[in-house]
């Protein structure tokens, strides 16, 4: 565990890398105006080679051994005006840097924005994050120490708090995400959940396969007839005497995709193993959530099974009837995401919570709409969706409204049943929503596809290419501000 403590002022302080900010057209922040006054021509003679002005995402490092108590100063452009998401991205841009450094000083947290301790220490432990349990040679970060230059001590512990509960939680999403698709099977999530559980103190209720028909599963039932593998509903519960709300979160779990009997194309297939991301960041959460002693009521539900094609599987044809018993035909297996949350979303409902929320790997339509580092945000009512937009905005996840206009619910009417699991190509996302709204009741409800930034496309600033955890920082600060309401 990286050790991280309140450091002395910058003239006593000594480590391997001092990282401090500047701020756009090379305006000193907080600490480099000091580097700057020690080190004279020799730093604007070396920023001015590098052609270095303090633009967002720009980093430099500069060897200042003999002259300085630190080997390297590591400047972090921030621009004209750096917010919280942009002094994280900083924090991780930085901590890219320093991965064979043992001793780290930083002056970042001093940057005058909102939480911003937090936002330094979330970038910069996000950023060591590797996955590399099955590589043979190993490459882990060195970092042990960071330590927060004339910071106070109460201060310092408040705010590791927080970002270790955080970092943790996103590192099991992104953990569990990369793991491949043999190694997460449902059971092995339920394992999983039940070690979050006794951990933190949460009740647990998982439903087995032979409790599906009872519980009126019939989702569920559908698509995981064509594995071997045994499905499972997993209800986790953080219930405090002190609670101020009341969240229900709900996460897709397909450990693996492979569409069904309406088979993925190979290359469609290779990422699959992330489409339990919405699972992981459930259970994630439900992690922190429990870690920080939230005083908010909070139920996790993660439908988890496999997506498979064998003897049993579901047909196109098939009709389904999930929990709340509006009955669905099966025309096109690989919109199974929809099939299983069905039921989860139903079950959520039962309970009456002030808000559900859930976030799934959807849609393919979905990054084509936003990218890969968008997530999708629809729901059924605009306080609902404001305050999921909020949270979102101010935890430094990027998602976009999308409308739910009613006049494309005949897009998914069916010639047999209630509704059918597809629609038009065009509009694919909102379709898929539209489904998902017919199994909330009146509940005010939120929905997140994650299908783009589930997964990050490449090592940027904290994000490490891969499993990313994307909504866990969402959905904990969605619940901490529904705690401070
Ligand atoms: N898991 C996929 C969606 C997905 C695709 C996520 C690409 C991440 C990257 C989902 O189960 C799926 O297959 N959706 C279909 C729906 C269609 C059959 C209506 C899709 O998006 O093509
Ligand atoms: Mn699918
Ligand atoms: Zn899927």
């Given amino acids: 565990m990286i050790d991280i403590t309140a450091a002395g002022g910058l003239a006593e302080a000594s480590a391997d890398a001092l990282i401090v900010p500047v701020l756009g057209n090379r305006t000193w922040g907080p600490g480099a105006d000091w580097v700057a006054e020690q080190l004279g021509d020799y730093l604007t003679d070396f920023l001015d080679e590098l052609d270095f002005t303090g ?33 994280r991205q900083g924090a991780g841009a930085a901590g890219r840097k320093v991965t064979r450094s043992p001793g780290v000083a930083t002056t970042l947290h001093q940057v005058d924005v909102p939480a911003a301790a937090v936002a330094v220490l979330e970038g910069m432990l996000l950023s060591q994050y590797r996955f590399d349990k099955y590589r043979t040679e190993k490459k882990p970060s060195k970092l042990e120490r960071i330590g927060l230059i004339d910071a106070e001590e109460s201060a310092v512990a408040e705010a590791v708090r927080r970002a270790r509960a955080t970092v943790d939680a996103v590192n099991l999403a992104r953990d569990l995400i990369n793991e491949p698709p043999a190694a997460k099977a449902p059971q092995a999530l339920v394992e999983v959940a039940t070690t979050i559980a006794e951990e ?22 559908g698509v995981a007839a064509g594995s071997h593998q045994p499905a499972a509903m997993i209800v986790l519960r953080h219930e405090p005497e002190n609670a101020r709300g009341f969240v229900a979160i709900v996460g897709k779990g397909i450990v693996f ?81 929809r099939l299983v949350l069905a039921d989860a979303l139903s079950l959520a409902a039962e309970e009456e919570p002030d808000i559900i929320v859930d976030a799934a790997t959807l849609t393919g339509a979905c990054p084509v709409a936003l990218g890969e580092k968008i997530a999708g945000l629809w729901g059924n009512n605009d306080a609902a969706i404001e305050r999921v937009s909020q949270a979102a905005a101010e935890a430094g996840e990027a998602v976009w409204h999308m409308p739910l206009p009613s006049y494309y619910r005949k897009n998914i009417d069916s010639d047999v049943a209630d509704m059918k699991n597809t629609g038009p190509r065009y509009g694919g996302s909102i379709n898929a929503a539209l489904f998902l709204n017919e199994f909330v009741g009146d509940v005010p409800w939120a929905h997140l596809d994650i299908a783009g930034p589930a997964r990050w496309p490449d090592d940027e600033h904290y994000q490490v290419k891969g499993g990313s955890g994307f909504g866990v920082r969402t959905l904990l600060r969605l619940i901490e501000a529904t705690a401070e309401q």
């Fill in 257 to 337: 995709d492979s569409g069904g009997l309406s088979l993925k194309p190979p290359a469609a297939m290779e990422a699959m193993k992330t489409d339990m991301s919405g699972a992981a960041v459930v259970l994630a959460t439900m992690q922190a959530v429990a870690a920080l002693e939230l005083p908010v009521k909070v139920v996790g539900l993660a439908p988890v099974t496999e997506n498979m094609p064998g003897g049993g599987a579901q047909r196109p044809g098939d009709v389904l009837t999930p929990r709340n018993g509006k009955t669905v035909e099966v025309l096109n297996t690989d919109a199974e995401g």
């Fill in 200 to 221: 933190g103190g949460l009740d647990l209720t998982v439903y087995q396969p032979d409790q599906f028909e009872e519980e009126r599963f019939g989702g569920l039932i």
């Fill in 55 to 87: 633009k967002a995402g720009a980093v430099a490092a500069v060897p200042v051994r003999g002259l300085l108590e630190f080997k390297r100063v590591i400047l972090v452009g921030l621009g004209d005006e750096p917010d919280t998401e942009g002094l």
